[in-house]
């Protein structure tokens, strides 16, 4: 793959790059792999928000759920 960028982004990437002794091309694989790391939890968040709204998935608050953990512990001791 190829990518071209605007001059003034390659400059700002060349003067970040410098700075932080990193190469372009590593900052620039990072920065994707957040992005898209990012994009993949927003589209399950999205996802999931469907299923809760459908009625398909539970949810409950952070009491009934520490309740129910300390439920199963007290089943297993």
Known sequence: MVLTLKPEIEKRL??????????????????????????????????????IDSGQMKTCSMEEFHRELDELDALEN
Not at 15 to 28: A, C, G, L, M, T
Not at 29 to 36: D, F
């Open 14 to 51: 060349n003067e970040w790059s410098i700075r932080e002794k990193q190469s372009p091309n590593d900052f620039v694989n990072e920065a994707l792999e957040k992005a898209l790391e990012d994009w993949e939890d927003y589209i399950d968040a999205v996802r999931i928000c469907a299923l």
